[in-house]
C-alpha cells in the first residue's frame, strides 16, 4: 500500500548527502514555525553533516518547496473571515494544539481529536473549518523528514508518524495477517485517522448498517486499545464531522473510555459553527 504521507518529487539533482541537508533544511524550517529553539533532532543519518556547512537553498527556496511538498505548519491557516466568537472558538483551539506539540513527547499517548458537526446552513457544513490540516501539520511538528531514492525520482517522507483516512484504515483490516501493530510501527509516536464516519461500507462484512457498524467499532477498538497498552503509548490524532455525542455512539463506550483518557479536558475540540472557508472563497 502506497503510504499517504509520502510526498513524491522528481529527481532533484542532489546526491544523497545533499538531499540529507536538504530535508534537514526543511526539517528545521518548519521547527522553527512552531518556535521551538534549535534545530531538529538528529539522526545518526546526519552524524556526518557539519553545521559549518552551507545551506543549499535559501530560505524563501526551503518554503517553496515546503508548500510544493504539501507540509502544512499551523500558520497557513487564513481565519480572516472569522467572525469574532468564531475567532476566540479557534485561537482557543489553536492554543490547545500548540500545547500538544510542546507535551506529546513527554507524554506518550498525549492525544488530539478534531470534531465539527454539520449545521443547518450549508456555510456551516462541518467541513472546511481546518481539521485536517491541523492534524496533519502537527503530525509533521515533530516527525523528522528524511530524502530517499527511488525509481520515481525522490520521496520526502516523515518518520515517527502514520497518517490515514479512515476508508484506508478499514481497507487495512481487510487485509490478511493484518494487525494494529502493522499500523503503528516500532518508533512510532503518532497515528493520524483523517474523516471518521467516512469509512464507506466494509467489504466483507453483511450489508446491513448494524453488522456495518459493529465491525467498525470492533476495529477501532483493535486500533485505540494499541495505542493505549503500548509501551510507551501512541498518541493519536483523530477527525470527524460529528459531535462527541456522535463520537461515542460511533466508536462505542470501550473506545471512547480509552479516547477520554488519551485525550483530556483541552484536548478534545468541537468546532461546530465554524463556516466552511472553501465556500467563504466561494463567493458564494
Known amino acids: 500500500m502506497a503510504d499517504p504521507i509520502l510526498v513524491r518529487r522528481r529527481e532533484l539533482g542532489l546526491d544523497v548527502r545533499d538531499r540529507r541537508r ?114 496533519r501539520a502537527l503530525m509533521f511538528s515533530r516527525s523528522k523528514l528524511h530524502w530517499t531514492g527511488t525509481v520515481e525520482g525522490s520521496v520526502l517522507y516523515a518518520d515517527r508518524a502514520c497518517y490515514f483516512r479512515a476508508a484506508e484504515i478499514m481497507a487495512l483490516f481487510d487485509q490478511d495477517g493484518f494487525s494494529p501493530e502493522s499500523i503503528a510501527k516500532a518508533g512510532t509516536r503518532v497515528v493520524v485517522v483523517d474523516d471518521l464516519g467516512r469509512e464507506g461500507n466494509l467489504r466483507w462484512e453483511k450489508r446491513t448498517p448494524e453488522a456495518q457498524r459493529a465491525e467498525k467499532q470492533a476495529r ?41 483518557e488519551m485525550a483530556p479536558a483541552g484536548f478534545m475540540w468541537d468546532l461546530s459553527g465554524l463556516p466552511d472557508v472553501r465556500r467563504v472563497r466561494s463567493g458564494r
Request: proline letters at 5%.
Open 22 to 135: 536538504l530535508a534537514r533544511e526543511i526539517n528545521n524550517m518548519v521547527w522553527r514555525a512552531y518556535g521551538t529553539n534549535g534545530n531538529a533532532p538528529s539522526s545518526e543519518s546526519d552524524s556526518n553533516l557539519a553545521d559549518t556547512e552551507r545551506p543549499l537553498a535559501s530560505p524563501d527556496e526551503i518554503e517553496a518547496l515546503r508548500l510544493y511538498c504539501g507540509i502544512p505548519i499551523l500558520s497557513d491557516l487564513n481565519t480572516d473571515h472569522l467572525n469574532a466568537a468564531e475567532q476566540k472558538l479557534w485561537a482557543g483551539m489553536m492554543t490547545a494544539a500548540y500545547q500538544w506539540r510542546d507535551r506529546h513527547l513527554e507524554e506518550p499517548g498525549l492525544s488530539f481529536v478534531l470534531l465539527s458537526e454539520p449545521g443547518k446552513s450549508w456555510l456551516y457544513s462541518g467541513y472546511g473549518c481546518g481539521k485536517t490540516h491541523v492534524a
Open 220 to 260: 477501532y477498538f483493535r486500533l485505540i486499545d494499541h495505542c493505549y497498552w503500548s509501551k510507551p503509548r501512541i498518541s493519536l490524532i483523530l477527525t470527524a464531522n460529528m459531535n462527541r455525542a456522535g463520537l461515542t455512539e460511533f466508536l462505542g463506550e470501550a473506545s471512547m473510555s480509552r479516547l477520554d
